[in-house]
């Protein structure tokens, strides 16, 4: 098996609380995981469960608390953010942002927003920038007379091609994808993840991908870490964890899929992240199968089949619940990966 191109170890980050003292919200509690080199990873879960932190702590955008980040050999936790930014290290890791309207300086024209990260961290001049933008533009289709325009004269797609291309200027290894066409059209969304998913192979990158469409993850990536209130709590192959659920919330997740049957609808009331109890698990109080034992011993994420992990007591007992039949068409990658969609969260 290939070395992992990322790496994260017991990673922590918490923040103060306004007007209490002493206390702490748990936005990114004990988090390990690991992305292979052109492995795509799918990183999903309801809004606030800590996916936007954890992100921005992989992209060095945000230091951590506590934990290692070792890229490519490299432990990165220990850089400061503030420092990352002007490191070579940076054109490794690269992110695709969820608005592309956001994220464009609006006084830069397509080509200047391209060529930025090529003089910044490529230390490319002149006729070198200029050959790279074309080059990259013609990667993600964006014609070449779009180049001098500013976001304002772009359409939703092709804003989003610009984004995508300044990601891939500096060519990086791992490519971090924050819900990437959640501000497009519908119908512009499709074309974007088709895009973007030639570019992984053709390009061999390693892909972090976040999202709340869950028919769009199955499709697109080879694992999926699901994760809830800070923590993962289950972490397989897309197809594993699509079909066979360990989890409960996970079952409840892959529950709410357009047609697939009752919906498992959680109740109860969520658990504070703002200095949870470690003793617990944070699912408990909503979890149907909840027991005593839940609220005196939090579980492990540990190995429930080939692959497969999951934190849950009761998972070496289930076997898995069957979400797909393995005839169920919906099981199957399709062309359009927003046809039978399913999202969660808003």
Not at 78 to 100: L, Y
Not at 180 to 207: F, G, H, I, M, W
Request: proline residues 8%.
């Amino acid at each position: 098996m290939a070395e992992p191109l990322l790496q994260v170890e017991r990673l922590v980050k918490t923040f103060p609380v306004a007007g209490r003292r002493g206390a702490r919200l748990h936005a990114v509690d004990d988090v390990s995981l690991t992305i292979a080199p052109g492995e795509s990873l799918g990183l999903v879960g309801e809004s606030g469960c800590g996916k936007s932190t954890l992100v921005r702590l992989l992209a060095r955008l945000l230091d951590p608390s506590e934990g290692r980040i070792v890229f490519d050999g490299q432990d990165l936790a220990g850089i400061p953010a503030t420092a990352f930014a002007g490191r070579p290290e940076r054109a490794r890791i690269q992110m695709v942002f969820q608005d592309p309207t956001d994220s464009l300086n609006p006084r830069f024209t397509a080509r200047d927003t391209i060529a930025e990260p090529l003089k910044l961290l490529a230390r490319l001049q002149d006729a070198a920038v200029e050959a790279r933008v074309q080059e990259v533009a013609h990667q993600v289709g964006l014609p070449a007379e779009l180049l001098s325009r500013f976001p304002h004269q772009l359409s939703g797609g092709q804003k989003a091609r610009v984004g995508i291309a300044r990601a891939l200027a500096v060519q990086p290894r791992l490519l971090i994808l924050d819900e990437p066409t959640a501000a497009l059209d519908v119908s512009v969304q499709a074309v974007v993840l088709q895009l973007l998913d030639r570019l992984r192979r053709e390009l061999d990158l390693a892909v972090l991908f976040v999202s709340h469409d869950l028919n769009v993850v199955r499709l697109l990536t080879d694992r999926v870490a699901v994760m809830y209130l800070g923590k993962l709590v289950e972490v397989g192959p897309s197809e594993s964890v699509f079909r066979a659920p360990r989890h409960p919330y996970t079952q409840a997740l892959v529950s709410a899929i357009p047609g697939q049957g009752p919906r498992i609808k959680l109740s109860g009331e969520v658990t504070s992240p703002i200095d949870p109890p470690a003793h617990a698990c944070r699912f408990h109080g909503r979890c149907p199968r909840g027991e005593d034992r839940c609220a005196r011993e939090a579980p492990l994420l540990v190995p429930r089949g080939a692959a497969h992990a999951a934190a849950c007591h009761f998972a070496l007992q289930d076997p898995g619940w069957p979400i797909l039949a393995p005839d169920d068409p919906r099981g199957t990658a399709t062309a359009d990966p927003v046809a039978g969609r399913a999202s969660f969260g808003a």
